[in-house]
């Protein structure tokens, strides 16, 4: 039903409002749980975000008709002011569209730099499910803007001849408005498909990389068995229980399982590392190093771990 509406020869504004619906989250897509979405949704939550931010210039449109009623007494100074009014609010929506495209693309930058530090974390071995979102530019179609009249006072002096052109700037106006909505659709998925390769490059990179380390016991594990870094003479019983006990391997699932994370506290962890690195990418040209990104993911987990489990005292007791 959208690809017929986005692709057949007439459109309208005022069609879109009746059929599109409020989302809280215009990106919602691309949350760590939109999986369940499909290219529709998100043609919808994107198509939904740029309709609202013309609701004002729509109502503008309507009234500067409603004003011109062909029934009514009209003012000279309505009929004079007519013209300059519609090519105000066409300048007013230019500039709405512009500031909402602005805005969800460093939305859109954000949760994909959100969605690839949590993939670090949960799922490193697996391909971006961002991969759903790479062709959706070409589901909706980027069209030439329709010309909208310009009437004179002639043109509308008239009673009955301003009706006319009343509906005909009705129908003009709506599939003007319209048609600025989905190129500015269009602008926004393009940018965000440009995001996603460079997104897709980097992970390829990242965790390869990440392949590599681990293949060489990673950080932890070198810094657990460097002699300069820990000295092991210790009657503790702990302790001793820790390196050669045989309840070692107990312990350590006891503290592993104490260390379990559930999915918010990875969506936080993802934000404060990205928060942290703004305004220098996570992904892309010019992103942060490795070394740089594992050290903030990893002071990031800590803190988050510190904030959620009482380590002082009876961390290992049951």
Not at 15 to 26: C, H, K, N, V
Not at 50 to 58: A, G, K, R
Not at 65 to 88: C, G, K, M, W, Y
Not at 228 to 248: C, M
């Amino acid at each position: 039903m959208f690809r017929k509406f986005l692709t057949r020869r007439s459109i309208s504004y005022r069609d879109a409002s009746q059929r599109l619906r409020p989302s809280l989250d215009a990106l919602a897509f691309l949350n760590a749980d939109g999986a369940g979405f499909t290219q529709q949704d998100a043609i919808d939550q994107l198509h939904n975000a740029v309709h609202s931010s013309l609701e004002d210039v729509q109502k503008a449109f309507q009234l500067v008709f409603e004003q011109l009623n062909p029934e009514a007494n009209v003012s000279d100074r309505i009929i004079l002011d007519a013209n300059r009014q519609i090519r105000t609010e066409q300048s007013r929506a230019r500039n709405l569209v512009a500031l909402r495209q602005e805005e969800l693309n460093r939305q859109v930058r954000i949760k994909l730099e959100n969605l690839f530090i949590q993939g670090l974390v949960q799922s490193p071995h697996q391909e971006p499910a961002v991969r759903a979102w790479e062709n959706l530019s070409s589901r909706v179609i980027h069209r030439n803007e329709p010309s909208v009249s310009e009437y004179s006072y002639e043109d509308l002096g008239n009673p009955e001849k301003r009706g006319k052109r009343i509906i005909t700037w009705d129908i003009e106006t709506n599939e003007w408005l319209e048609t600025l909505c989905q190129n500015n659709i269009h602008e926004i998925m393009t940018r965000m498909e440009e995001m996603i390769k460079d997104y897709k490059d980097t992970w390829v990179e990242v965790t390869g990389e990440l392949r590599k380390r681990a293949s060489l016991g990673g950080p932890l594990f070198q810094q657990v068995n460097d002699p300069d870094v820990w000295n092991f003479e210790s009657e503790d019983p702990t302790v001793t229980n820790l390196l050669e006990g045989d309840k070692a391997l107990d312990i350590a699932n006891r503290i592993l399982d104490r260390f379990q994370m559930v999915n918010q506290d990875i969506v936080e962890v993802a934000d404060t590392v990205r928060a942290s690195l703004d305004p220098v990418p996570v992904f892309g040209i010019n992103r942060v190093a490795l070394n740089e990104l594992e050290e903030l993911l990893a002071l990031a987990i800590a803190e988050k771990l510190r904030d959620t489990i009482a380590v002082e005292s009876g961390f290992l007791s049951l």
